[in-house]
């Protein structure tokens, strides 16, 4: 009976969900505020779940790595017995890669090169909708990530923290469409605000006219921005567009592969280093 | 409440199976918790998409670090959609569950590419491209999971049937 109430006032029910929503999202518009409890539970909840199953996914691709290593290993035998030996060294690096040690090990060379305090995280859940460029990372408040604190990898800036829960924070990184950092053309100072494109790229922006840019610039964080420190490695130029004297649009392919993010290093310390921060594509290899 | 629950593990596992998606790859989109809400609508009516719609919207933005709501509106439309087609026509071959998919994901990002643009928070270059492709994507994967879910019932009788042959075979022993 209350189920056929509920059916027969079905169109009240979306009018009022729509009228909630729009409350809901005008409510949060234009506040300086941080994130609200509602926000900081759910995320705190669910990554508990979400890293359950980031695990589960996780053994289900080491099977399956696995079976194809094993399967090319095989193919490798048979056309060449004679480097048996090589091949298993091979396939002991592949599993020791596959652990995430290689990973590991990368991270802790930048984090001995960055002046400023870090903590590692670990990525333990991707983007829960493909409108968003974030992560979740095993690392929160208690740890002492707070909001906005940047985050790097190996390649260079990751994103900033966007909501931190006690235990594990979301990390919206700085392709994410609705992410913006400041960023300088390494060769000649020109500045300009970086914006997101939500795949592996931003546009480069609020250039001046005069500004010189040219393809396979490297570009990096002019740390004005509040977030990000300057210097960090930001992408280098692919694209450069102008009509006359403007600059209609500048590409910049992200310096981190985000697809591939095991760990990263959440920056706790954003004080101005004493040392110079490390050149900007010095991890790319060129 | 007991028959709220399937379909709650329903959508919970594909919010967190999207979590695990390659985000270079499929991720990037395949919509899975979209694909759940329309599912949903479809089996259980426009009440119970209604409310996915809402229940998963608010996570995902909350997962995602964005404003709350905006995936909620879209989706909570699509699912109700959803379950109004369901009512109204008949959705049982693979091009008009294909059709509802597409519909419902069109739907969906219209909500929420519309609010973010009108807000000033995102700029989209190719809007209908990247719908387009989404609603493409979505209805490929909703498809197969709505064919899973209708051969479900006959692999739970033929995994049953074979059990019971087992247990026959060994009481003879």
Known sequence: MARRDLSSRAPLLLAAVIVAHVLLVSAQVGTAGGPSLLRTGIVGLVTRLQEGSWLAA???????????????????????ARDAEALRGALAEARASASGTEGLRALAGVRASVPWTTTGARVVAGSASPDYRSVTIDKGARDGVRRNMA????????????????????????????????????RTRSEGIALGNGDATLRFEYLSATADVQPDDAVVTAGLDGIYPAGLALGRVVEVRRAGPAYTRVTIKAAVDFSRLEYVLVIVSPRQPDVAPPRAGAEEGG | MKTALGPAAFLLAAVLLQGVLPGAAAGAFVDLVLVAVVAVGLRHGRVAGLASGAITGLLQDALGGGILGLSGLGKSVAGYLAGVAATQFIVAGAAARGLVFAGGTLVSAAGFMGLSVLLGLRRYDHPLLEAGSQAIANAAAGVLLLAAWDFAPSVKRWAEAAAERRRKRRSFR
């Open chain 1, 151 to 186: 985050v790097i990898a190996q390649g260079g800036v990751v994103g900033r923290v966007a909501i931190a829960a006690a235990s594990a924070s979301t990390v919206q990184f700085v392709v994410d469409r609705s992410a913006a950092v400041s960023g300088r053309v390494e």
């Open chain 1, 58 to 80: 996780g053994v289900l691709r080491s099977i399956v790595d696995g079976y194809v290593a094993l399967w090319h290993v095989r193919e490798e035998n048979a056309r060449l």
